[in-house]
């Protein structure tokens, strides 16, 4: 064989295991669908049933990075899978999962992991969450919303986020923000703002996908403390976009008027 044959296959070889870390297209109505993405260590698996749509197995794992979800490294959990035929552990126990959201343990992709493959996935769930959230001048926030005049509607850029234990293992988050702009509210730019996110999660708070932020907070007294604080108005809580803010200036300044004529 000559030299650049020998070239050529050695450039083939070493191509190959790169193309093989490859991750499949994640489209965005999959993530939609996506409850939970995490890495984990496969360790147990049978097969529980045998419906109309062929057997299934019961695959028991431990968790070893959660990637996005409300899940814990170290815990244990149980998922299911369609099987053909017998279960069989997969070679590689190593796998990055996307499970479904509506929490019947359904899997929705099932990868060998590498770790390639788990910073591939990271980037694009960081993706799909960064534009899934944003305020774009197409949206608008509701006018119930906007009728309150002592709640202050503001663009922040969060400095700081600090996840709690609000009770019975319910985690909330306080954001330090400094104020970019006021919409409503005694707030000027360049001002900071700490305010009190309540979650619904149990076990991680997931970290923000945009540091920049159009928020609708309110002032009230803590059950917990007596002090006054503010709180974020969770169907308020977009990515900011130059277009999303001009359009809620807009909507709040046509329901200004319209209480105004009244």
Known sequence: MSHRAWAAVAAFLAAAPLGAQELPAVSDELLARTGAALHVDVQTGRVAGVPRTGPV??????????????????????????????????????????LRRDGNGGVLLDEEFSPARRDALAGRIAEYRRKAELLTGAL?????????????????????????????????????????????????????????EEGRRNRRYEPL??????????????????????????????????????????????????????
């Open 57 to 98: 197995a019961e695959i028991g794992a431990k968790i070893v990075e959660v990637l996005f979800g409300d899940y814990t490294a170290g815990e244990w959990i149980g998922f299911s899978q369609r099987v053909e035929g017998e279960y069989i552990k997969p070679a590689v126990s190593q796998r990055l999962l996307l």
């Open 209 to 262: 996908a945009n540091r920049e932020r159009i928020v609708l907070l309110s002032n009230s007294r803590s059950v917990q403390d007596g002090q006054m604080k503010w709180w974020l108005h969770e169907r308020v809580n977009y990515g900011y976009t130059e277009a999303g803010l001009a359009t809620l200036k807009a909507d709040h300044a046509r329901v200004r008027a319209a209480q105004a004529g009244k």
């Open 140 to 196: 608008h926030v509701p006018d119930y919303l906007l009728r309150s005049t002592s709640s202050a509607l503001l663009h922040v850029e969060i400095q700081k986020t600090v996840p709690f234990d609000r009770g019975r293992g319910n985690l909330s988050a306080t954001h330090t923000a400094t104020v970019r702009a006021a919409v409503q509210g005694d707030f000027k730019p360049g001002q900071t703002v700490e305010f009190i």
